[in-house]
């Protein structure tokens, strides 16, 4: 560990707040998400039992938002070098985990709103079934946009 006026000893700090912040940020959304869509399927399943497994989706949906935190923690992790880490890496590597992270907190929010929502009304009226779909795609692409521009960050 080298401390130089490129690379000093605080960048390192930045790069494993990345990694952090990718992984609680992310898991955050995910738990949220997974706890609101399940509130949702316990009540429906009261009424329903037949549509338990159907209703399952959103649960799934929320926990890829997990796996996406995941991914650039253990990217940014490895990425980080005890000789050569310069502040500039620290910095995108923050920038990585935060931009994961945080739209995985936004996408794990819409999910559980939407999923709790979506297999209550389901329930009701089989036909809303294709309408919640699209709209957890759209919510989980949000996460998705999140892990793309901390591919490139981390890649940099």
């Known amino acids: 560990m080298a401390d130089t006026e490129e690379n000093p000893l605080y960048s390192y700090f ?4 990345g990694a952090s912040s990718a992984i609680v940020f992310s898991a955050l959304g995910a738990a949220y998400g997974t706890a609101k869509s399940g509130t949702g399927i316990a009540a429906m399943s009261v009424m329903r039992p037949e549509l338990i497994m159907r209703s399952i ?4 949906m929320a926990g890829i938002i997990g796996i996406y ?9 490895n990425g980080i070098s ?3 880490y310069s502040l500039y890496k620290g910095f995108l590597d923050l920038g990585a985990g935060l931009s994961v992270g945080l739209s995985g907190l936004a996408a794990g929010f819409a999910i559980g709103i ?6 209550r009304g389901t329930a009701q009226q ?9 709209i957890l795609i759209f919510a989980e692409v949000l996460g998705l946009y999140g892990l793309i521009v901390s591919i490139m960050l981390v890649s940099r």
């Open 14 to 17: 930045f790069g494993v707040i």
């Open 57 to 60: 989706i959103p649960v799934v």
């Open 69 to 77: 935190g995941l991914v650039v923690a253990v990217l940014i992790a």
């Open 82 to 84: 005890r000789t050569n």
């Open 114 to 119: 939407v999923g709790d929502a979506g297999v």
């Open 126 to 134: 089989p036909r809303l079934f294709v309408g919640m779909i699209l």
